[in-house]
């Protein structure tokens, strides 16, 4: 610690707070992860030690650099190297940055080399998103927070938790419970980040898993069993019944996201239905999009973000429907009027929860989820709804709903599975990771 | 398993092990001037680690009788015996037991003599206090190893096997030091599917395999996860198995361009290892 001068807090991560030192040998930035171990009673977080053994051994340009792991008072201390920013402030900041083609292209880029890292060493990421994108000072790009890190691929692997990605980024099969999966959830994510870089907005921005679902398949059509064979084998895929859906046009995804047709390939690749048939990292960079023009940018020229570290921290934390509390920024500099605009702007845009514990609550009670509030619920998804079904999704659909009341025998299973989280939290140790992204 | 183990952290420690050892060795050659024999080097570089650090600690970790021998390098040997019988009892999976005597093996000296490097409260070389010192170290290797290899085990359960002498909050204190003292290196690859995945391509029968594994977990008390790589092992432990039902795979080793020498290098360790119980 005596290594170190303490600068200021950067924000609030999964586990610990950042704040940012000089290294008083070298005169270098970096940043220090707090890990708190007051309450901990099981010893350092499994988090904070996923993190640490992954990151010690990926050394990769696209991947965060873990420079040194102390002990001090009883609380460790991650050091990092200094970034300044992440993409979720990029995306947001629409006012300041306009984001060209080709810098998409350098971002995509870098994600995809970075997971390809990651995947070659069989380590899923599990916790792609905007805010785990980091931003260095001269325009790096390095993916960050491995606390929801997995080695895959063994043989004798045994099932692992489907509570992991914050739930805009959680692949379908997660969501239908799958416990056996791979390197390609971590494709899904990118997926959803990249049409995110294009929108400037959350693509998919469910508030349950339920409606991630419906959204899904109201945006990219609903998997036929040639889309995805096994779909129906996964845990709660029969419980739900989704209206079918056809999938877009090339055109109309054109249209959406005003791109060309290799990015919107590519993006169907990410975003194909069936695991083993979504493109890899390594496959991706290959892709033609990265061949054509426009180029990637140059790392130097991406757009750099207004306010850095620190002033918006905590406010970019929250953009995932983490808790919303004030702002915690230190910096002078700090402009609290455009940053209140940006961020109300982003819960306009994209149906943001109000706050945490109101959305906490109304994942509890996930029945009574779709009415009143949830205008966003795509009308025409069969969703096996309890008699509180809002009058807005009947609406013009009675034809559909006529199959409900068989259905809703089902539904409470669907709450059952909810509960069995519990279970599965236990057996894979993955609590630390729950807290934090219990969205 | 995880990770490409030519860039691993594993891989790195190990080289720098390796040359430690044998820049030591080269000086003791210098001062010995003994003959420079490949076979004889080996032993000496082994025996050099065994009389590694001063011989002032009284070894006596986790309440166990001590083997006899001077050195510190007992003193690992023993709380390898100790995690391993913990891992027996705890019915710990053969992986994480293994990764926690790597831990315990790459362990700085000092770590293991608290009043000599000032980090614990035994200033007056208190020998209870080391004691739970050092055993709370081996426990929360353990404890760590576990939780790395993703088969989390509570601390409290670790600390009861301690007769009492560690608490939980010793064992979580030591997890920190460890982590420190094991620069956060905490990837280990394993010897254990390598002999599943050699006796496979080597046609081997379930006897063998059985044999080579009892070997495998016999490696553990020595020093050779040190100083070879996972592979290596493997051929080694199955080298020896094979060599009980009279048959040679050092051609085959020879056949796949892993060095025959090492390989047989291991075994050779083994059975001098097994001598010695």
């Not at chain 2, 190990?14 to 210098?30: G, N, P, T």
């Not at chain 2, 080996?42 to 309440?63: C, E, H, M, T, W």
């Amino acid at each position: 610690m005596e290594n170190y001068e303490k600068g200021p807090t950067l924000g609030e991560g999964t586990f610990g707070r950042v704040f940012r030192a000089k290294d008083r040998r070298t005169g270098r930035l970096v940043a220090i992860k707090k890990i708190r171990m007051g309450k901990a009673k099981e010893g350092v977080n499994v988090t904070a030690i996923r993190e640490i053994k992954f990151l010690k051994e990926l050394q990769h340009k696209n991947v965060i650099e873990l420079i040194d792991v102390f002990p001090h008072k009883r609380n460790l201390y991650l050091v990092y190297e200094y970034m300044t920013s992440d993409l979720e402030a990029i995306i947001k900041d629409k006012a300041n940055i306009r984001l060209k083609l080709g810098d998409i292209k350098a971002y995509m880029q870098a994600i995809l080399e970075g997971l390809a890292a990651c995947h070659r060493y069989w380590i899923m990421h599990r916790d792609v998103k905007p805010n785990n994108i980091l931003l260095g000072p001269e325009g790096q790009i390095k993916l960050a927070d491995f606390g929801a890190g997995r080695i895959f691929g063994s043989p004798n692997d045994r099932k692992f938790t489907t509570q992991v990605f914050a739930r805009w980024y959680r692949a379908p099969e997660l969501l239908f419970d799958s416990q056996r999966y791979s390197s390609a959830v971590d494709m899904w994510a990118v997926g959803c980040v990249f049409a995110e870089l294009m929108l400037r907005r959350p693509w998919l921005p469910g508030n349950n898993d339920l409606e991630q679902l419906s959204l899904i398949f109201d945006a990219l059509g609903t998997p036929t069993e040639e889309q995805w064979p096994g779909m129906k084998s996964l845990p709660t895929a029969s419980q739900v019944v989704f209206k079918p859906i056809a999938p877009p046009s090339a055109a109309s995804l054109r249209q959406l996201f005003r791109c060309d047709a290799d990015a919107v390939d590519l993006l169907q690749q990410l975003l194909c239905f069936d695991p083993s048939r979504r493109i890899s990292a390594e496959h991706a960079l290959k892709h033609p999009y990265f061949k054509s023009n426009p180029r990637a940018t140059k790392y130097a020229d991406l757009p750099k973000p207004t306010v850095p570290f620190g002033e918006e921290r905590t406010a970019a934390n929250q953009g995932l429907g983490e808790q919303v509390e004030g702002s915690k920024g230190e910096g002078g500099e700090y402009n609290g009027d455009g940053l209140g605009k940006n961020f109300l702007e982003g819960i306009r845009r994209s149906s943001f929860p109000p706050a945490a514990s109101d959305q906490m609550q109304r994942d509890q009670t996930q029945k009574e989820s779709t009415s009143g509030m949830r205008m966003s619920l795509p009308a025409d998804v069969k969703i096996q709804e309890n008699q509180q079904t809002p009058n807005i999704l009947k609406n013009g659909h009675d034809d559909e709903f006529g199959k409900r009341d068989s259905m809703e025998l089902e539904r409470p299973q669907l709450g059952s599975a909810d509960k069995a989280y519990l279970r599965k939290r236990k057996l894979d140790m993955d609590q630390a990771f729950l807290e934090a992204s219990n969205d | 398993m995880a990770a490409n183990f030519w860039t691993s952290t594993h891989c790195g420690l190990l080289l720098v092990a390796r040359e430690e050892a044998e820049s030591r060795e080269r000086e003791q050659d210098k001062a010995a001037a003994a003959e420079a024999d490949a076979k004889p080097r080996r032993r000496q570089k082994r025996k050099q680690i065994v009389l590694r650090g001063a011989p002032a600690l009284d070894p006596k970790p986790g309440g166990e009788e001590g083997k006899g021998k001077r050195g510190r390098g007992s003193l690992v040997d023993q709380l390898v015996d100790f995690a391993v019988m913990l891992g027996r009892e705890l019915k710990i999976r053969q992986r994480p037991v293994f990764t926690a005597c790597v831990y315990l093996r790459r362990l700085d000296e000092k770590i293991l003599a608290p009043s000599e490097a000032g980090l614990g409260p035994g200033d007056e070389k208190d020998e209870l206090e080391e004691e739970r010192h050092v055993t709370a170290l081996a426990l929360s290797c353990v404890y760590l190893a576990c939780k790395v290899e993703e088969v989390p085990v509570s601390p409290e359960r670790i600390a009861g096997f301690s007769n009492g002498l560690c608490s939980r909050g010793d064992v979580l204190d030591a997890e920190l030091l460890l982590l420190e003292n094991l620069s956060a290196s905490l990837v280990v690859h394993h010897p254990h599917e390598d002999v599943l995945k050699y006796a496979g391509s080597l046609g081997l029968g379930k006897d063998v395999i059985q044999v080579a594994n009892f070997v495998l977990e016999e490696t553990y008390r020595t020093e050779l996860c040190l100083f070879h790589p996972p592979h290596i092992i493997a051929l080694g432990c199955l080298y020896t198995a094979c060599a009980f039902h009279n048959k040679n795979i050092l051609p085959w080793c020879a056949q796949i361009k892993v060095d025959e020498k090492e390989v047989a290098r291991v075994c050779e360790e083994m059975v001098k290892h097994y001598k010695s119980l």
